[in-house]
């Protein structure tokens, strides 16, 4: 069976348009993992909000194509190669996101995945992932409250990538659970400490068809010993009662519906948008 593992492109039409007074070009989006799937959707989607979106990845050809999208889209963004295990890259990201107006927004989407069992599980990849995953969010955070206490209001609001798996842990993807089941557990705190003017949530989804998620099908098939088919069918939605993957600009909406003022009671909450996973597990 071949896999496409091509993303979905993103239309002007399947972006969700928001009237939201604070999403003007004077606002600035920070968005991680914007090199590709859901990152790139969240900038592409900020900018044809008018906001201005300012992606992170280390992934530079990929993060210079989704300002292009995003310029083309009509909107403004910039791009600039980060890599999330260094502070001072995360240092410099978050004083130039400045340079270009009020932060705002930020969005902590970047991730990657080993599939492997607890007793295998190489430290090196567990302490990438948790630099990557948790650290840099958690870093994030921290950098830019401050500036969102400046901004005239004293607003801001910060969006985590949770997962099915910060609700339920599945087999051989054990730092993947405990990544996003603590993005559920900063979200809750920037919330606990933002006095209702600092807003977090995050956003729970099952399998979106980005290459991180069609990439791991060989190895999830070769852990439980059975085909690429079983893997999609049986694995990936086999408990999901909608029997098709997100795509990333769906997701992105989530977030900018998070962001904006129609979402002003949504302050420590998760959006689980699983097809029916995990509460019909």
């Known amino acids: 069976m071949a896999f496409d593992i091509s993303e979905p492109l993103v239309k002007r039409d399947d972006i969700l348009i928001l009237q939201d007074k604070d999403f003007n070009v004077k606002n600035v989006c920070i968005v991680t993992g914007a090199g590709s799937g859901i990152g790139r959707a969240i900038c592409i989607a900020a900018a044809a909000n008018n906001i201005m979106a300012f992606?992170?990845?280390i992934d530079e050809q990929g993060g210079n194509k989704t300002q292009d999208l995003a310029r083309k889209m009509g909107?403004?963004?910039i791009f600039i190669k980060t890599d999330l295990t260094n502070d001072h890259d995360i240092e410099h990201a978050v004083k130039e996101a400045a340079k270009l107006g009020n932060i705002r927004y930020l969005a902590n989407i970047a991730g990657i995945q080993h599939i492997d069992s607890i007793e295998n599980f190489p430290m090196g990849k567990y302490d990438l992932m948790m630099k990557i995953m948790v650290r840099a969010p958690f870093y994030l955070a921290k950098l830019t409250i401050p500036y969102m206490k400046k901004n005239s209001d004293g607003n801001g609001a910060i969006g985590n990538?949770?997962?099915i798996h910060a609700h339920i842990s599945t087999l051989n993807k054990p730092v993947y659970n405990i990544t996003k089941f603590a993005m559920r557990?900063?979200?809750q705190s920037i919330a606990a400490?933002?006095?209702?003017?600092?807003?977090?949530f995050s956003v729970s989804t099952g399998f979106v068809k980005t290459a991180l998620a069609l990439n791991q099908i060989p190895s999830q098939a070769d852990q439980r010993k059975i085909t690429p088919e079983e893997v999609v069918k049986d694995v990936m939605m086999g408990k999901s009662r909608t029997k098709e993957m997100m795509t990333p600009i769906e997701v992105a909406n989530l977030f900018l519906f998070g962001f904006s003022r129609f979402a002003t009671y949504l302050n420590s909450g998760d959006l689980l948008f699983d097809g029916g996973v995990v509460l019909t597990y």
């Not at 400490?193 to 977090?200: D, Y």
């Open 75 to 77: 909107g403004q963004m």
């Open 185 to 187: 557990a900063l979200t």
């Open 193 to 200: 400490e933002g006095e209702g003017k600092i807003r977090s």
């Open 161 to 163: 990538m949770g997962s």
């Open 55 to 57: 992606g992170l990845d």
